[in-house]
Every structure is written in structure tokens, then in C-alpha cells.
């Protein structure tokens, strides 16, 4: 049982473990000598769940893809020096990404730096996380502080136990205030309503009204307001890949924008004469590289950043999505809106239909917009998939539904990083215990991130499946630089027998090496996950056949 005697004298590691599970539910990491006193008083003496992983940044892609998949604050732990500067790609794939988390470290003695010491605080700012030291006489009131940190300004932080402190008697445990949580930004002042006002009238008059929803609406939860004004003006709708089923209605969502969405559905949007953006930044995967919409299209956008993100837009109101939207149903229920009828004459089956390839390739390989077709087909409907980045982000996107934005987990995109597939598994399974978590990622990335396919296996074990996309080479460099003359030698991998990787670490691995073989994760679907193992499929894919996206990113570049 945890020992809570707020009576006792605790060490200072005590009382930041004491802090810190008061607020999260669960810590990943990598135990080392400077962590060490940490997790004891963790695991001894709080409630918190602990889950290790095998590399440290293993530990922070855990804890980002848990808040990801819950919206509930997680940590990581790692020591100091090398386990430190082994996080930080992760770290700045969160700084990137926005998501609050607390990274507990080890850090120098307080008498200074010794001869393997790093300046740790001034690696993690260049990197756009704060750090917060504790000290004997504040631990957990510090703690407190970095967690409000994050959360408030929705970026993780470290929180850093000098060597020579962690071990100290730091008295009893103190009564301890909640984090302040940030309250909703509502939009202020005559310009701000009178931009509601003209998003209203707009929306009001349209012919063929459009809304496009990103991660931002997702996390104020304002997918209930969006949907009534889709419904109150008669709107197509359509997300983000980072917020997937926010709306209520799929019979008039035409999916995600940009190129992973169906070439159908976007010439659909382009025909929009209004378009309303809530909750995303419009980068130029979501906009096509300009072409999402018409030029006549009236394009308003909502957010919480400080002006419009995009020349395109029209009019911008600056606040928390979930307010704005709610103020334009106000709005659009006194005038009494009588909806536009473009919806009703969109055939959507045919606007989101998509080429699913042939069985092979011409070279003899599997076509991978067949296999993930199948895999769409077989995988289980209650699902957290989760990506890693790289070429084969798109199949996934393209050809596996998920119910709603917190079933779909790209950690990495945010900083175009790959290698963080496999230790986002534990993390989104923990935080939908119920659910299977599916893994997309490539062989490049499968192999830079191997040391935590132990780590997925362990956790998921019956509820998880990874797809590997092994097509022997770095394709999303073959696709942009192999196209433009470079030599090919350094983008090829040479063949990877994942299968037999998975089997070593007590999985079961099942080579793809045609449709018939996915045949087994239809006999796997229908089996106890308590009895079942981990399934990795090492799908022997063809590199020959693009990602849309990716040529949408060849004919922008070469504009």
C-alpha cells in the first residue's frame, strides 16, 4: 500500500514523487542514479502508475501519445547526462505538438558541474521546454509550479533533482493547492463580435457552406457546437488527420483535407463559397500547398493564436473554439437559418471513393493501398491507431477510419521526425485500456526505434497489432531526392525480417508477403486478447507506388 503519512519526514525525491502523482496517473521512464530515489518513492509511496520503457525518449513519446489518446497529463523519467539528452527529439516533437507533460530528471550536484555534466537547462530550452530545479526547501511547491506550467501553456516541461538533493530529508509532506487550470480564452471587444456576427451572416447566406475542424476544436471540445451549425446552415464538413470523426454526422463529412483526403472530396470543397476553419493552423499539408480552396471561396478562421494563420482568410476571431462556435449557434438560432441544400445533393460514396490498387505491384510486390484496404477491412472497430512518421503515413489515414480525433495518434509529425512508432504503443494503450492499438510504421523507422518494440509487446500484448510497411528503403527520400538525380545508395535499407524481430521479444510475427496472408488477422480479430499475442505484420510492400501526398508534395516543390 502507498504510503501517505503526510506526518513523516520524506526526501526531497519523496516529495516531488508526492507532488506529482497528486496530478498524473502514470509515469514512463528509464530508471538510472539519478532517477533512482524518484521512482522508489514513486512506486512505494504514491498511487501513480509506473511503465518502463527501454530507451528514454521511449519515455516521453510514451507520456505525449497517453495524453494524446486520454487528455490526461502523464510524465517520463529519465536520469541525468546521457538519459537526458537520449529524450530530446521526443521532447521537441511535444514542444512542437503543444502537448503538456512533465519530464522528471536527474541534473549536476548542486557544487557544480563534473567532468560528463551538460548544461541541461540551457539543451532543453533550445529545444523550447523550461526547466524547473527543486530544491530542499520547495520540492513540492516546485512541482506544483511546472505542472501548472504545462498546463497552462500546453507544453511540457523538465523538472530537475540535482544529484546531491534528491536524497534529502525535506520534512513532511505539505498541503499542496491544485494547478490553476486555464480558463477558456473567450473572445473579446466589438471587433471580435462583430467578426462572430459576419462568420453567422456568412454561414447564414452560403449556398454551399463548408467546416473544417482541427485538433484545436477537438481539445475544447466543441465538437457538439460544431456539428449543430452544420446541421443549422446545411454544412459539408470535413478535419484535420488530428481530428478524425469530431463531427456527429459522418453521412456529410467528406474526412480529412489536404493529401491524404480522397481526390473527390476535395474538388467537393474547392466548390465552397464559405468556408469557417476552427481549430486549425491551415499549414500547407491541411491547405495542398494553396489549392484546398477556390479563389472565391470566403474563408473565416477561428483560434486561439494571436492573428490568422494563413493569407488566406478572410476574417479571424481570436478564442477558444468551443465559446466562438457555441456564440454562432446564438447567432444563427435569432435569425433562423434555414439550412442550405448543397449537402443533400453530394453522392458521397463516390466523392470519398479511392483507388485501392491491385493485389501486386508490377514489380512483384504487394501494392500497399491493397493491403491497407484489407487491413481497414479486418482490423477491430473499437481501435486507437497510432503512426509513426514517414512515406506510409498516408495508407493509414486514407484507409483506416477511427471514431473520434483521441483514436488517431501521429507522434512525430509535428517535428518531421521518424522513429517514435513503437514506444507510442504503451502509452496509447494505457490510456484506452479497452481498445486495440495499431501500429503503422515503416521500416526505417521501425528499425530507429527498435530498443521499444519490447516495450509495446509487453504492454499491449493481446490488444496490439503493428504493421510494418517494409519496402527496403527510406521511401520518402527515394520519392523527392531519388527523383531529382541523388544517388539511392544512402535511402535503401536492406530487407528486415521484422517477424522474426517480434517473435525474439514474444510477439507473433507474421510475414506479408500477399493478401491472402492477412488472413490471419482476421482469425486474430476473433480470439481472446488475453490469451492472444501481439500481432506485427511485416508487410513486403512495393516502393514503387507513391502516397498521394507525397505527390502533392513533388508537384509543390517543384512549382
Keep these: 500500500m502507498p504510503d501517505l503519512d503526510g506526518t513523516a519526514a520524506h526526501s526531497v525525491s519523496a516529495h516531488v ?9 502514470h509515469v514512463f521512464g528509464v530508471m538510472g542514479n539519478g532517477n533512482a530515489a524518484f521512482l522508489d518513492a514513486l512506486i512505494r509511496s504514491t498511487s501513480a502508475g509506473f511503465t518502463a520503457v527501454r530507451h528514454e525518449a521511449g519515455g516521453v513519446v510514451a507520456a505525449d501519445a497517453y495524453f494524446r489518446a486520454s487528455g490526461r497529463l502523464a510524465a517520463a ?29 536527474g541534473d549536476e550536484p ?10 541541461q537547462i540551457a539543451i532543453a530550452s533550445a529545444v523550447g521546454a523550461r526547466t524547473y530545479t527543486v530544491g530542499r526547501a520547495d520540492a513540492a511547491a516546485t512541482t506544483v509550479i511546472a505542472i501548472e506550467h504545462a498546463l497552462v501553456y500546453a507544453v511540457p516541461v523538465v523538472l530537475a533533482i540535482p544529484y546531491d538533493v534528491g536524497g534529502r530529508d525535506a520534512g513532511p509532506f505539505p498541503q499542496l493547492p491544485a494547478p490553476h487550470a486555464p480558463e477558456p480564452l473567450a473572445p473579446s471587444g466589438p471587433f471580435a463580435d462583430g467578426a462572430i456576427d459576419d462568420i453567422a451572416a456568412a454561414l447564414a447566406g452560403a449556398q454551399r457552406p463548408f467546416l473544417l475542424a ?44 489536404g493529401g491524404f483526403g480522397a481526390d ?15 481549430g486549425a493552423s491551415l499549414n500547407q499539408f491541411t491547405m495542398r500547398f494553396g ?18 494563420t494563413h493569407p488566406y482568410v478572410a476574417g479571424y476571431v481570436r478564442g477558444d473554439v468551443a465559446l466562438v462556435a457555441r456564440a454562432v449557434v446564438e447567432r444563427l438560432d435569432r435569425h433562423a437559418t434555414a439550412p442550405s441544400r448543397w449537402r443533400d445533393s453530394i453522392d458521397l460514396a463516390t466523392a470519398l471513393s479511392r483507388d485501392t490498387g491491385d493485389a501486386l505491384a508490377p514489380d512483384g510486390r ?35 477510419p477511427v471514431a473520434s480525433p483521441d483514436r488517431m495518434i501521429m507522434v512525430g509529425t509535428a517535428y518531421q521526425s521518424i522513429g517514435l512508432g513503437w514506444p507510442s504503443v504503451p502509452g496509447a494503450a494505457l490510456a484506452q485500456p479497452d481498445a486495440t492499438v495499431v501500429l503503422t510504421t515503416g521500416d526505417g523507422g521501425g528499425l530507429m526505434a527498435l530498443a521499444d518494440l519490447e516495450s509495446a509487446v509487453r504492454v499491449a500484448a493481446g490488444r496490439g497489432i503493428a504493421v510494418v510497411w517494409n519496402d ?67 508487410c513486403r510492400v512495393s516502393g514503387d507506388i507513391v502516397a498521394p501526398y507525397q505527390e502533392e508534395i513533388a508537384r509543390a516543390n517543384a512549382r
Design 366 to 400: 504487394l501494392d500497399p493501398r491493397a493491403v491497407a484496404h484489407r487491413i481497414g477491412q479486418l482490423l477491430p472497430d473499437d481501435r486507437v491507431v497510432v503512426s509513426d512518421g514517414g512515406h506510409f503515413i498516408g495508407w493509414a489515414n486514407m484507409y483506416w
Design 214 to 257: 482541427g485538433r484545436g476544436a477537438w481539445l475544447a471540445d466543441a465538437g457538439g457546437a460544431l456539428s449543430e451549425i452544420a446541421d443549422a446552415v446545411g454544412a459539408v464538413t470535413a478535419s484535420t488527420a488530428l481530428a478524425r470523426g469530431i463531427f456527429r454526422r459522418s453521412a456529410f463529412d467528406l474526412g480529412v483535407t
Design 291 to 308: 489549392e484546398l480552396f477556390a479563389p472565391g471561396t470566403k474563408v473565416f478562421q477561428v483560434d486561439v493564436a494571436a492573428s490568422a
Design 110 to 119: 548542486t557544487s557544480g558541474s563534473r567532468p560528463w555534466g551538460v548544461d
Design 264 to 278: 473527390g472530396a476535395m474538388e467537393l470543397i474547392r466548390q465552397a463559397d464559405v468556408a469557417v476553419v476552427f
Design 472 to 538: 527496403a528503403a527510406y521511401s520518402a527520400e527515394v520519392n523527392v531526392y531519388g527523383r531529382n538525380g541523388l544517388a539511392l545508395e544512402p535511402m535503401l535499407i536492406p530487407e528486415v525480417d521484422f517477424a522474426a524481430l517480434a517473435t525474439g521479444v514474444g510477439a507473433e510475427g507474421v510475414v506479408v508477403r500477399e493478401l491472402a496472408d492477412l488472413d490471419r488477422l482476421a482469425s486474430w480479430a476473433t480470439e481472446d486478447p488475453g490469451i492472444r499475442r501481439f500481432l506485427v505484420l511485416d
Design 17 to 25: 514523487a508526492h507532488a506529482l502523482a497528486g496530478q498524473v496517473d
Design 77 to 105: 523519467t529519465t536520469t541525468y547526462g546521457a538519459g537526458f539528452t537520449n529524450t530530446l527529439t521526443a521532447l521537441a516533437e511535444a514542444v512542437q505538438a503543444r502537448v503538456p507533460l512533465v519530464l522528471v530528471v
